[in-house]
């Protein structure tokens, strides 16, 4: 077994593991880890748990150390990197606009640093940057490093509320965004309204995956929807399906 340090960052939806060496971690301890991108300041999502070495062989890089529990001039660090994000976010959504209309500025992260600047933005199309990177560069004084992310990505970075009145799944649960089709929301009896099964983001709502293979298997055992079945109060119709409760509504 190999012990694991689940992190959460703030830029990233996703829990990702570290190694935490010697360190002893406890949930919601700030830590600061080293990433591929340099040092980062993270908020531990639970204590150390320990995995298989096929699930650790089965990630897609090799697990990144924590640096260290965060100390006080981490978290007054990370907070001032905070600020400066902020303060650059409006920097970045004017020169963006000069540039090209199709940009829509997502948000600023500085590193805990202060290094470099990764600039989020999203755009439906590629779009050239790289005279935006030289101006941001020579206006912020910075290193800046600008990444392209998808409108499912903007939600996720951004967060809001679903239709449910909950936190979005993308930004609270940090899953690996998977297709979505429209066929999930008919296995589901859902009304295919663009406006009821799409999230903010405009896409077809995460949350479709989550049942719909109980959809899928209950409608696979149960006889199907009219059909004229045998009960101890008589003949029936079956009406309509209560998949959660796998019951049938008769008539």
Avoid at 139 to 166: K, N, P, S, Y
Avoid at 229 to 250: F, N
């Amino acid at each position: 077994m190999v012990r694991v340090a689940p992190i959460n960052l703030t830029f990233n939806p996703r829990t990702l593991w570290f190694d935490p060496g010697d360190l002893d971690i406890e949930k919601d301890m700030p830590v600061v880890v080293r990433t591929a991108r340099g040092t980062e300041f993270g908020i531990a999502a639970s204590e150390v748990i320990e995995v298989s070495e096929e699930q650790v062989r089965a990630l897609k890089s090799a697990l990144r150390p924590v640096e260290r529990i965060a100390t006080e001039e981490d978290i007054e660090q990370a907070a001032e990197m905070e600020r400066a994000s902020a303060e650059a976010l409006p920097v970045f959504k004017e020169m963006a606009r000069e540039y090209h209309e199709d940009m829509h500025p997502v948000s600023v992260e500085f590193l805990l640093d202060g290094d470099k600047a990764v600039f989020y933005f999203e755009a439906e199309e590629r779009v050239d940057f790289r005279q935006l990177v030289r101006d941001l560069s020579r206006e912020l004084h910075e290193r800046i490093d600008m990444r392209q992310i998808g409108v499912r990505e903007e939600a996720a970075v951004v967060g809001g509320w679903g239709h449910c009145g909950q936190e979005l799944c993308c930004t609270r649960f940090g899953l690996a965004f998977e297709p979505v089709s429209i066929r999930m929301a008919k296995e589901q009896d859902l009304p295919l309204n663009s406006s009821k099964i799409s999230g903010v983001c405009g896409r077809l709502m995460c949350c479709l995956r989550y049942e719909f293979e109980a959809y899928k298997d209950f409608k696979s055992r149960a006889p199907k929807k009219k059909t004229l079945i045998d009960t101890p109060l008589g003949k029936a119709r079956i009406q309509e399906y209560d998949t959660p409760r796998e019951q049938l509504v008769l008539r």
